[in-house]
């Protein structure tokens, strides 16, 4: 199925201009700053049940308790200057994705800095897209922080509720390998750790949660206005692996959004679930 039909409901948030101030911006498009909350280091997230959360400290105390609201809702999608302008995606409906996982680098910085916003992902959702779990790499503010320089966090977005790691600047060149794996399940339910493995920062863990299905490789930008707000040349993804739990990796052809208008593509180098290579062109 392709991407025109597989479509996130957080691709449309993007094609919204920058609300009010008690809007906050995250990979997901601007949501309620009342509800954007920064997890411990050490803590996690626990579903209590169908609409409340929990967050955790590292003792296990409860920091923090969420309820789940609904958010804007889209059955169509296209490339626009903001929001999710260029992704790869493929839709699981096998065994449940044990991991997935990808490698990349810190693009150069772009040439002109007038308060956008970047992200750089490899992510996970629900097939009911009312949730995402995300290593992200971003350059600008947003709701965890941030500004003129590239830092990661990893972030789980559930309803209207936003969470996020501290971030953490990185420098241009340096390579990141971000990773979605489940941990555990419970009947119905499943863990899972957002994680950049490679680098010696909080993960996340969502204990509790819906399965996630639709997993990405995704560039999504606000505010930008020019060729200039994007770094120069490409970022690839390579190293692709998703693995079932199973311990299978499934036959993958990844469905691919562009946005030609704006010259910003992208392209599957290498098909497949092992050592798969994805490249987004600014």
Request: net charge negative; proline share 5%; hydrophobic share 40%.
């Amino acid at each position: 199925m392709r991407a025109t039909v597989l479509v996130s409901l957080f691709s449309a948030l993007g094609a919204i201009a920058a609300p009010a101030t008690t809007q906050v911006l995250t990979p997901k498009g601007y949501r309620s700053a009342s509800n954007a909350v920064e997890v411990p280091a050490g803590g996690k997230i626990v579903h209590v049940n169908d609409t409340n959360l929990h967050v955790l400290d590292a003792e296990g105390t409860v920091v923090h308790v969420a309820s789940k609201a609904a958010t804007a809702t889209s059955s169509a999608v296209a490339p626009e200057e903001t929001g999710w302008v260029a992704f790869a995606s493929w839709l699981n409906t096998g065994a449940a994705i044990g991991s997935f996982k990808a490698t990349w680098s810190v693009p150069p910085a772009p040439a002109n800095f007038d308060g956008q916003t970047l992200f750089l992902f490899n992510s996970i959702e629900p097939a009911t897209f009312d949730a995402i779990m995300q290593p992200v790499l971003q350059y600008g503010g947003s709701a965890a922080g941030g500004g003129e320089y590239w830092a990661v966090a990893n972030w789980y977005l559930y309803g209207d509720n936003t969470f996020f790691t501290t971030p953490v600047e990185v420098s241009v060149g340096q390579q990141l390998v971000g990773e979605v794996q489940l941990v555990g399940t419970s009947g119905s339910t499943y863990n899972y750790n957002s994680a950049f493995t490679n680098l010696d920062i909080t993960s996340l863990t969502v204990d509790g949660g819906e399965e996630l299905q639709w997993a990405t490789i995704t560039l999504e930008t606000y505010s930008t206005t020019s060729s200039s707000d994007y770094p120069t040349g490409s970022t690839v993804f390579s190293a692709i692996n998703l693995e079932l739990s199973n311990g299978q990796f499934p036959s993958i052809d990844w469905a691919v959004q562009s946005d030609p208008s704006d010259g910003i593509t992208t392209t599957v180098n290498v098909e497949g679930s092992t050592s798969a290579e994805i490249t987004i062109t600014y």
